[in-house]
């Protein structure tokens, strides 16, 4: 369970919710308002003014950064990569660090992939955008923040990335959705909340 109490962004915006396990929540509202201010909040990337954001009963300030950035973990809609490597290097890269040694991940990327020897330079941004998806599903974290993450995906891949997220979220995770994609026609079921 995620909670966030009195929240007080650094545009001193004030947020409260409570999001369970399996829900996904798809943040709205204009340009500048802060959306994509509130999900780096959340994933501690910038400071918040106050309040608290609890996760499993513990507030944030009890985690490490790199544990807590663990769990929640954010993607922006740019897609950073390492010249030169290949999809199944791309994919490959986080468990090569530490903090991802001992996981197990339940999802496995590579399965949704045709071609794994393709170069990341040679992928459109929409091609990257979903492979980021697709990894971050893999590193088994509770809660995705996702920040324009679906902006240069075409409507096919789209639908195919949220059906795969649509299943991810049922074993016990969250998900968070900034987008100016409409999401009615969309396979999740969501809670909208608005920023203003």
Known sequence: MLDVKDLKLLNSKIINLKAAPGDVFLIKGPNGVGKSLFLKTLARLVPKIS?????????????????????????????????????????????????YKYFKPSFNPKE????LNSSMNLLSSGQRQRLSILRAMSLNAEILLLDESFS????????ETFSLLNRWKDHQKIIFIVSHFDFQTSQFDSTSFTLK
């Open 51 to 99: 309040g608290e954001i609890n996760l499993g009963g513990l507030d944030s300030s009890q985690f490490a950064p790199e544990l807590w950035r663990s769990k929640l973990l954010y993607l922006p809609s740019d897609v950073s990569f390492t010249e030169g490597h290949s999809v199944d290097e791309y994919l490959s890269e986080p468990f090569l660090f530490e903090r």
């Open 152 to 159: 240069h995906i075409d409507p096919v891949l789209r639908e």
């Open 112 to 115: 949704y992939i045709s071609d």
